[in-house]
Structure formats: C-alpha cells, structure tokens
C-alpha cells in the first residue's frame, strides 16, 4: 500500500501548493493574513471570527441569515466569498493532512 501512496502524495502535491497559494496569497478583496486566520481559526474581528468557524466546523448550518449579517456590517459579496473560501479550504487541508498522517503511520 505504501508503495501506492507515496506516488499519489506527490501526484497531488503540486496542485495542493497551488491551491494554497491561489486561496492564501493570491490577489483579493481580503488580505492574505485574514484568509490564513479564516482558514486556520487564527484572530479575526468579529463577525468574521464567528462566520469563519462555522464555515470551517460547521458547514451544513450556514444560512442566509449569516450572509445578511456579514452585508449588514458592511461587508461585500467578493469578501464573504473570499472569507468562505478561505474557511472551506483550511478545514479541507487539515482533513487531508490528517488523512495522509494516519496512511503514512499505518505504512
């Protein structure tokens, strides 16, 4: 099995790079340190620390109701989607990495 792994990792590994580079360090409407923090529940102000953790733990229950108070407090529909992003892509990549760990013991 491990043999079947390792290629796979690197496989995907160039694209992983360069998704992480698109969503954290690309160009946007948010800087790259709040897409990090959303990403990786780092510091945020509020109401993104809140929304940022629901995306990333959460995700079934974000509502409209959470977008309309992001525009309420003066946020745009480009942020929120960068923000959301950001959120979605962290929870993913720490699931990945925990995944990999797990193969990577049991080999």
């Known amino acids: 099995m491990r043999d079947e792994e390792e290629p796979i990792a690197a496989k995907y590994s160039r694209l992983?790079?360069?998704?992480?580079?698109?969503?954290?360090?690309g160009p946007g409407r948010t800087d790259s340190a709040t897409?990090?923090?959303?990403?990786?529940?780092?510091?945020?102000?509020e109401p993104w620390l809140?929304?940022?953790?629901?995306?990333?733990?959460?995700?079934?229950?974000?509502?409209?109701?959470?977008?309309?108070?992001?525009?309420?407090?003066?946020?745009?529909e480009d942020e929120i989607f960068e923000i959301t992003v950001a959120a979605a892509v962290g929870a993913a990549l720490r699931a990945l990495d925990a995944g990999l760990r797990t193969l990577r013991a049991a080999g």
Not at 16 to 25: Q, Y
Not at 50 to 74: F, N, P
């Open 35 to 45: 897409r990090r923090s959303a990403a990786t529940g780092g510091a945020l102000p």
């Open 50 to 76: 809140s929304y940022a953790a629901k995306v990333r733990d959460e995700s079934w229950g974000v509502t409209d109701s959470d977008i309309e108070d992001l525009k309420a407090a003066g946020h745009g």
């Open 16 to 25: 992983i790079s360069d998704l992480r580079e698109a969503v954290f360090e």
